[in-house]
């Protein structure tokens, strides 16, 4: 007698409400290439009372319907079902998303050819309402520096419509939290990331995202990123002295406001930045490549002014300030004013000399 050996592999949909973007998820789930999977789908106290008979319809035996007695919110009910799922691998899919044929089956050979990989995503393509393609998302995460900095810039470097886990993984990092509400899918990534897990990015389309005005992420922006703030805030928090967190977090969400007149600050940033640095590659043990990866990440979203900043630190502040402008064009907040005063200042410096004459 043959015995069939049980699926390492479930995909799990939580619902609330969904419809009539439902359907096109569940079915796309039923109709994968790979075929041996649990699909756990989980309602969450729907108020549509049409939600449930409408999973119901549905007898694939793959299916595995759980319906909550009261509404739990995202982030408890994905960790009630870490409580239920007992498969290697667990695979999201969002009730508005739709899977493309090969999902599955090219999830798991990643996973397979990348056995220090705890969580993955794959390239996607965003859609309406209607369906139309409307934007594609395309990433590489070649190593571990590629995963923690963007977390420390507020920054979630993968995408979780696509997201998949190894199981026991993410259990042992602690599930989801609600306490942050709206960025749980952030704070549980910066958690990941912060306790030395790899992530990777499977380079093909897998998933349609679905983006629409009813979506969580359009509704409750605002929310989502001050607790987006917050993470990234108590990951540097973890990484440098409290009294220097303020100023980096800023600094890296591109939240600091400088002036012609900052040239200490900056100065000080640079310092700041370098034993940041430092502190990562003592605590997570980074390899040369890693480190590259860093550094290359946080050149890219704050610009070359502390990189080469030994070259034109003996510049007056005005000047310093331009430079730094000019090799940091991300931090130009008001460029006519920049001129402006630069202009004056050679002026200023200009009529200075001649007096001097």
Not at 151 to 169: K, N, Q, V, Y
Not at 235 to 264: G, W
């Amino acid at each position: 007698m043959q015995f069939k050996s049980k699926p390492t592999v479930t995909v799990l949909t939580t619902v609330y409400n969904g419809l009539p973007h439902l359907k096109q998820a569940i079915e796309s789930t039923l109709t994968q290439t790979y075929e041996d999977f649990n699909y756990l789908i989980i309602d969450d106290a729907s108020s549509d009372q049409e939600v449930v008979p409408f999973i119901e319809q549905y007898k694939d035996k793959r299916i595995n319907l759980v319906v909550n007695d009261k509404n739990l919110g995202v982030s408890r009910t994905f960790n009630k079902a870490l409580e239920i799922i007992d498969t290697d691998i667990l695979i999201r899919l969002d009730q508005d998303d739709v899977s493309l044929p090969n999902r599955i089956e090219e999830l798991m050979k990643f996973f397979r050819e990348h056995e220090e990989i705890s969580i993955v995503c794959s390239w996607e393509h965003t859609i309406n309402s209607e369906g139309k393609r409307i934007r594609d998302w395309k990433r590489e995460l070649s190593n571990y520096g590629d995963f923690i900095s963007p977390i420390l810039m507020g920054i979630c470097p993968i995408w979780h419509p696509s997201i998949a886990f190894r199981t026991e993984d993410l259990r042992e990092s602690g599930g989801f939290n609600s306490e942050y509400v709206r960025a749980e899918d952030f704070e549980v990534t910066a958690r990941l990331a912060m306790k030395r897990y790899h992530a990777g990015i499977c380079p093909k389309f897998l998933v349609l995202q679905r983006e629409h005005d009813n979506r969580q992420s359009i509704q409750f922006d605002d929310i989502q990123f001050e607790t987006t703030k917050r993470v990234q805030r108590e990951c540097l928090e973890e990484l440098m002295p409290l009294k220097n967190v303020d100023l980096i977090s800023k600094f890296l969400m591109l939240d600091l406001k400088l002036d012609m007149s900052d040239k200490q600050l900056v100065i000080e940033l640079n310092t700041l930045m370098d034993n940041l640095k430092s502190e990562m590659n003592q605590r997570f043990k980074l390899t040369s490549a890693e480190m590259t990866s860093i550094g290359i990440n946080f050149n890219r979203r704050i610009g070359y002014g502390l990189k080469f900043i030994r070259f034109y630190r003996f510049l007056p502040s005005y000047l310093f300030m331009t430079v730094f402008y000019f090799l940091s064009p991300t931090y130009i907040r008001r460029l006519k004013d920049i001129v402006s005063s630069t202009l004056n200042y050679l002026m200023e410096f200009k009529y200075k000399i001649k007096g001097n004459k």
